[in-house]
Each structure stands twice: as structure tokens, then as C-alpha cells.
């Protein structure tokens, strides 16, 4: 089955810093690439995703990117600001499932 | 009420209890989910429901019965539960698996502490 894994676990950055996390997916079948970000005391909010037939989608400051070749997909956030931090999931569809990651904590510093 | 609804937000429980998670989206959506979130684990899929059908059961323990009435509702029943069933549960919902959109969109958990 998929498995996903997510790095780094946790990542501080100052405010205006760029942050970027990855993830690695096995099953090649995979071709739906979601990200949530969650905060204190909620559920994971959708925030981006891409699907296998693009390599890049922007939304503002954040950006995913997805490698198919070499099965992995980032999350990169520009400018960040203290209202990123977060813990973000990445997540992987297999068989109309989705498989996340273990998470990343960011902190964004003023 | 928007989105996707939880109550209660925290429950203890003893583990000779019953109890009842209750969840409700207020999107449409034809397909719902319940998750168990640890900490340092990634999200745990429990079950899915697919216009009221159970078409997933991710080797869960007898002690979690699921039950979804229609698609607005969802219920995780609850019983004899153990100390490492001690959690985070969010219930999510999607226009349906399979459906070429797979946005999934979660409510804001119940936090569970077996006693």
C-alpha cells in the first residue's frame, strides 16, 4: 500500500523567511497531492493540492510542486508570517484514500 | 452551522462507558469519514461512508461502531474502550470517494481521554 513520508518534523523560521516542506510517496498510482494545515484546538483545513497531470500550482504565498518521476511533492510558503504556524500534513490519494504524512510543526518567529 | 460540526469537542470516559461521538456536515457531501489522530502519527482512517453505505473499515476494534443514518450525520459509538484509544477523532466529509474530487473537509475533532 501507499506510504507517505514527511520532512522535517518541525521547522522554525524568522517572519519574511521562506519555509518549505517535503514528502515522498511509494505508490506510483498516486495522483492526488493534497496539504492541510491545522492549528491549536482544530481540524486540518485544506489549503492547497495538486493532481499528477501538473507539476506546479500557486496560490499566493504558498506553492506546491510534485515530482512524479521521482514521487515526491513539496509545500513551499513565501513570506511567512506568524499566523503560518501550524503543523501542516501532507497526504497521498491511493484507492480513492488518503494517506498522510506524520506532520510538520512550523513556527514562524516575529 | 457551516462546514463540518463535532460534538462534543472533549469527552472523558471510564473504560466501562458508552458514549457517542456525534458529527454533521452542512456541505452536500455525499461521503464521510472518521480518523483517529495520535500524537506523532500520521492520521489514522477508521471508516468511510459512502452515501450512507460502509465501504471502509480500516481493521478497527469491535469497541468502535460507526453508524451514519443519511449523509448529513455520522456517530462513533463507543464502548469497553482502552487507555490507548485516547485521541484526537475527526470526522470529515467529501462529495464522494471516487468522484474525481477528493477534497476532503474536516470538523474540528472531539478530544478523547479513556480513563
Known amino acids: 500500500g501507499e506510504n507517505v513520508e514527511q520532512h522535517p518534523s518541525t521547522l522554525s523560521v524568522q517572519e519574511g523567511d521562506s519555509a518549505v516542506i517535503k514528502c515522498t510517496y511509494s505508490?506510483?498510482?498516486?495522483?492526488?497531492f493534497p496539504w492541510y494545515k491545522q492549528e491549536l484546538g482544530k481540524g486540518p483545513q485544506l489549503i492547497i493540492d495538486?493532481?499528477?497531470?501538473?507539476g506546479e500550482k500557486k496560490d499566493q504565498r504558498i506553492a506546491v510542486t510534485l515530482n512524479k518521476t521521482a514521487k515526491h511533492f513539496s509545500l513551499h510558503i513565501t513570506e511567512t508570517q506568524p499566523e503560518d504556524s501550524a503543523v501542516y500534513f501532507c497526504a497521498a490519494d491511493n484507492t480513492d484514500k488518503l494517506i498522510f504524512g506524520t506532520g510538520t510543526r512550523l513556527q514562524v518567529f516575529p | 452551522e457551516t462546514g463540518v460540526t463535532q460534538t462534543p469537542r472533549h469527552l472523558v470516559m471510564g473504560m466501562t462507558n458508552k458514549k457517542s461521538l456525534k458529527c454533521e456536515q452542512h456541505l452536500g457531501h455525499n461521503a464521510m469519514y472518521w480518523y483517529k489522530q495520535s500524537a506523532k502519527k500520521p492520521l489514522e482512517l477508521m471508516f468511510v461512508?459512502?452515501?450512507?453505505?460502509?465501504?471502509e473499515n480500516n481493521s478497527v476494534p469491535s469497541r468502535f461502531s460507526p453508524e451514519c443514518p443519511n449523509s448529513s450525520h455520522l456517530f462513533l459509538h463507543l464502548h469497553t474502550l482502552q487507555p490507548e484509544d485516547s485521541a484526537l477523532y475527526l470526522c470529515?466529509?467529501?462529495?464522494?470517494?471516487?468522484?474525481?474530487?477528493?477534497?476532503?473537509?474536516f470538523g474540528p475533532g472531539t478530544r478523547l481521554t479513556v480513563t
Open positions: 495538486i493532481r499528477s497531470n501538473v
Open positions: 461512508y459512502n452515501f450512507k453505505e460502509q465501504t
Open positions: 505508490d506510483s498510482a498516486s495522483n492526488y
Open positions: 470529515a466529509s467529501s462529495q464522494a470517494p471516487g468522484a474525481g474530487t477528493y477534497e476532503q473537509y
